[in-house]
Nanobody, 125 residues
Framework: VQLQASGGGLVQAGGSLRLSCTASGVSFSTYNMGWFRQAPGKEREFVAAVSWNGGRTYYADSVTGRLSTSRDNAKDTVYLQMNSLKPEDTAVYYC???????????????????WGQGTQVTVSS
């Protein structure tokens, strides 16, 4: 199983980025997908998640209204659209997969089975 995240970069505060995460070696449409981030010196934290069919999405309070996640099961890809970025959004962003057919959409790192390598997002003030 491989999760390949991409789309990170350097952006000014107020700007936007879109992260992508493409899966291989897994039945993507049966997995809930999550996004987490880890800033230097901090623990990895939940950002957003989407259910296997895209019908349910969940967000951390700190990103609600600014970040949104979606998926395209035909492309085995999940997205994280990041708008109105703030310097405190600076972190390495990871995608993760939980499944198959998990009953609930998790917000804890321990609930996810597979992880991508991470992509750096840096927001300058």
């Amino acid at each position: 199983v491989q999760l390949q995240a991409s789309g990170g970069g350097l952006v000014q505060a107020g700007g936007s980025l879109r992260l992508s995460c493409t899966a291989s070696g897994v039945s993507f449409s049966t997995y809930n997908m999550g996004w987490f981030r880890q800033a230097p010196g901090k623990e990895r934290e939940f950002v957003a998640a989407v259910s296997w069919n895209g019908g349910r999405t969940y967000y951390a309070d700190s990103v609600t209204g600014r970040l949104s996640t979606s998926r395209d099961n035909a492309k085995d890809t999940v997205y994280l659209q990041m708008n109105s970025l703030k310097p405190e959004d600076t972190a390495v962003y990871y995608c993760a997969a939980d499944g198959p057919w998990s009953r609930g959409v998790g917000m804890a790192t321990t609930e996810y089975d597979y992880w991508g390598q991470g992509t750096q997002v840096t927001v300058s003030s």
